[in-house]
């Protein structure tokens, strides 16, 4: 009870937005892209705010979150397809099972590859990553369905307003928890110094390899609901760009904070979308090119990221 | 002895490759040693050599040593440009603002020169600067490219190594990669040092970018990227920050890659060079000629 007592502010503006969204969403007042957006946005939070445990909380610097985004992806359109699930409640264990072998997979591997740090715990996140991609690229091979560099067609559209935005504002919730716990404070402690955090008694490496379990498990929620929402997947969706996208977001958000991580990724989404509406179609080729530019710029004036508190 | 002739032809084929991953990965090592940055636009500066030689071979028709002079010196200017303008004001925010603009640099090039007033993103055949003639040896046969990729490779990295290791700059360079403040105290201007860095490493990716494109003469805006992060992988492997090291990873790499295609299968080559990254990291973190890192 205290917890939602603590939480009331949060749950109070949460179920306001969702009441805004649901009208805007009723009757195609706004458009079915427009709507795809949003969600995708909703979708990018949660496994944003996974890299943020990561990297904003405990300082383990990974390259190759996209990956676990791409397992989750995969293994929920798969068993949504063999065992044939089309509505939203029966889709609810497959999404939990994705979260669960997305967070399985960063458990497994983040036991040799978190004992490196900073720049080579990025390599070998990023080597993870480029593997991940390589054994999609070729999945047809273990199963036909999978589609391999061909892609995985024909998934059923089931991500919605509810399951998205309930999806999330559970996840952030229980993620604001865990932050607040004693457990958070031992992941900011690691992030500040790994050495001093040792020698406080805290147990650095299983510490570090929860929370990234964690956050890969978020990753595959989060991928677990952009396959049903897109019904299509392909394995240059889950590449180092993407990986650098969650990156940014948590960096403008600002590292460790929820609330940055939520406004970053509606900006984020906002503006590589935007953009697409704002710009001439034969100027569309323009995109990429200024988005770098504003990125560069954003980081000589704001370092720290947009919502940071130093 | 078939099999044989075989395995010559693809080791030549495989130390070919490594020799353009010795020259990215060299400019990755420096920089890496002198700033601490992985520098993802690396890849990008290969990619511009290739275009770079590309557009003075098919709009002036350069001779082509006369390519290799501009492009080097070009993408060596560029080298100096980014660092000045995207990594220099950089200096002393936290390293992932750093690592974040250098993705941006990286995102920049590939797009800008992809716009379909440049360069368009698809696929554009490097034109032959000379023709090719093959020597047969008894067993196996050379082109006179990879002779010119070999020859032109092992001079370079001759020279980089006298450079590092016999010149007053190869000094002042090492020690601003041991400890930046340190050096500065003993008067060396890091600003200038790092520039240096900038333009030597820039200046071998775009000889890569050219040796590249004659090897390979399929020339594309996004291919750098690949060949950028298996260079860093080179360097990794040999120990990053250290010469030979970076050379010896390359070659390494290079190697394998060929090998796995020829006898494995083309489509888990790159899947093998990660799975190596990741034991290389797991076991010997500081790579081949590393000295060990305290608690890595």
């Known amino acids: 009870m205290r917890f939602f007592l603590e939480s009331r502010k949060f749950l109070i503006i949460s179920f306001a937005v969702y009441i805004l969204l649901k009208i805007l969403f009723a009757n195609n007042f706004i458009s079915a892209y427009i709507q795809q957006i949003t969600l995708f946005a909703i979708i990018m939070t949660i496994a944003a705010l996974g890299l943020n445990v990561i990297y904003g909380y405990t300082g383990q ?8 985004y791409g397992i989750g992806a995969y293994t929920s359109a798969y068993l949504a397809k063999i065992f044939g699930i089309e509505g939203v409640f029966s889709f609810l264990p497959v999404l939990l099972i994705s979260g669960i072998v997305a967070g399985c997979i960063g458990y497994l591997i983040g036991i040799p590859i978190l004992r490196l740090r900073d720049d080579f715990l990025a390599i070998a996140t990023l080597g993870f990553g480029t593997l991940v991609r390589v054994f999609l690229d070729n999945s047809d091979r273990f199963a036909e369905m999978l589609g391999g560099s061909r892609g995985f067609v024909g998934i059923s559209k089931i991500t919605n307003l509810e399951l998205t935005f309930f999806s999330a504002l559970f996840i952030v ?85 929820i609330r940055g991580t939520i406004y970053a990724s509606i900006l984020w989404v906002g503006l590589i979308e935007g953009l697409r509406i704002v710009l001439p179609v034969e100027m569309l080729d323009l995109r990429w090119v200024v988005i770098p530019v504003l990125l560069i710029a954003l980081m000589m004036w704001k370092p720290y990221g947009l919502m940071a508190k130093k | 002895m078939e099999l044989l002739g075989y395995i010559i032809e693809q080791t030549i084929n495989g130390l070919q490759l490594g ?18 940055l992985i520098n993802f636009a690396h890849g990008d500066i290969f990619m511009l050599g290739a275009f ?214 083309s489509t888990f080559r790159d899947g093998l060079i990660f799975i190596i990254l990741l034991l290389v990291l797991i076991l010997k973190p500081s790579g081949i000629f590393g000295k060990r890192i305290e608690k890595v």
């Open chain 1, 61 to 68: 610097f990974s390259l190759g979150h996209a990956a676990f």
């Open chain 1, 173 to 257: 919730l229980i993620t604001k928890n865990l932050i607040y716990s004693r457990y958070g404070l031992f992941l900011r402690c690691i992030r500040d110094d790994e050495l001093a955090a040792t020698s406080a008694g805290i147990n650095t490496s299983k510490t570090k390899l929860m929370a990234f379990s964690y956050g890969c498990m978020l990753a595959g929620v989060g991928g677990a609901l952009y396959a049903h929402l897109y019904t299509f997947l392909h394995p240059s969706n889950f590449d180092i760009l993407k990986s650098i996208d969650f990156l940014i977001i948590v960096i403008i958000g600002g590292m460790g904070s």
């Open chain 2, 19 to 36: 020799a353009v991953y010795a020259l990215i990965a060299l400019g990755y090592t420096m920089v890496y040693g002198v700033l601490r």
């Open chain 2, 52 to 265: 770079i030689a590309y557009f003075l071979i098919t709009k002036f028709g350069m001779p082509i040593y006369f390519v290799f002079i501009i492009t080097m010196l070009s993408t060596g200017l560029a080298g100096y440009l980014i660092e000045k303008i995207a990594y220099k004001p950089l200096r002393h925010a936290p390293k992932i603002s750093l690592l974040i603009t250098a993705v941006g640099v990286s995102l920049f090039l590939e797009y800008f020169l992809s716009l379909n007033a440049l360069f368009t993103p698809n696929y554009i055949g490097f034109p032959r600067p000379f023709e090719i003639e093959s020597y047969n040896f008894a067993m196996f046969t050379v082109t006179n490219v990879q002779l010119l990729i070999f020859s032109i490779t092992f001079i370079s990295l001759f020279l980089v190594y006298l450079l590092v290791y016999r010149t007053k700059y190869g000094r002042a360079m090492r020690a601003v990669s041991y400890d930046q403040e340190v050096a500065s105290l003993m008067g060396i201007g890091i600003d200038g040092i790092i520039s240096f860095t900038f333009i030597v490493g820039a200046s071998l990716a775009g000889l890569g970018g050219i040796l590249y494109g004659i090897a390979y003469p399929q020339i594309n805006v996004f291919m750098g990227i690949m060949p950028g992060i298996k260079s860093f992988i080179a360097a990794v492997l040999g120990g990053i920050g250290i010469v030979h090291g970076a050379v010896l990873g390359g070659f390494i790499i290079g190697l394998l890659e060929v090998f796995v295609s020829a006898f494995i299968s």
